[in-house]
C-alpha cells in the first residue's frame, strides 16, 4: 500500500497559522479521496477534513468552524491543510489518509503523522 506523507507541522502562537502537506504517489493520489485526522495528547482520533479525488466536494469537522480549509493539487499529487486561527486546542498529531471516499470510515490508508504545537 502507498503511504501518504505529511509535513508542515511545526510550533505555532495561539492566533497564528499553519499549512500542512501531505504527498502520495501519483497513482494512488489521483484516483484517491484524501482527509486528514488528529490526536491530541490523551484523547482519541478525531476526524478533521475530507475532500474527494476531484477536490468538488470538501467535509469538515464542526469544530474546524470556518478556520481550516482543505484542499488539494493533483497535477502536484499533494493535499493541503490550511489552519488559521489556531488555539492551544488545537495541538495535536495530524494524520493524513487516503481512501476511496471522503469518509471517515472510507480513508484507511494513514501517514505517520505531523505534530502541530499551539501555545497560548
Known amino acids: 500500500q502507498v503511504q501518504p506523507v505529511e509535513s508542515g507541522g511545526g510550533l505555532v502562537q495561539a492566533g497564528g497559522s499553519l499549512r500542512l502537506s501531505c504527498a502520495a504517489s501519483?497513482?494512488?493520489?489521483?484516483?484517491?479521496?484524501m482527509g486528514w485526522f488528529r490526536q491530541a495528547p490523551g484523547k482519541d482520533y478525531e476526524f478533521v477534513a475530507a475532500?474527494?479525488?476531484?477536490?468538488?466536494?470538501?467535509y469538515y469537522a464542526d469544530f474546524t468552524k470556518g478556520r481550516f480549509t482543505i484542499s488539494r493539487d493533483n497535477a502536484k499529487n499533494t493535499v493541503f491543510l490550511q489552519m488559521n486561527t489556531l488555539k492551544p486546542e488545537d495541538t495535536a498529531v495530524y494524520y493524513c489518509?487516503?481512501?476511496?471516499?471522503?469518509?471517515?470510515?472510507?480513508?484507511?490508508?494513514w501517514g505517520q503523522g505531523t505534530l502541530v504545537t499551539v501555545s497560548s
Open positions: 501519483g497513482r494512488a493520489f489521483r484516483s484517491s479521496a
Open positions: 475532500i474527494s479525488w476531484t477536490g468538488d466536494s470538501t
Open positions: 489518509a487516503l481512501g476511496d471516499a471522503p469518509r471517515p470510515a472510507n480513508l484507511n490508508t
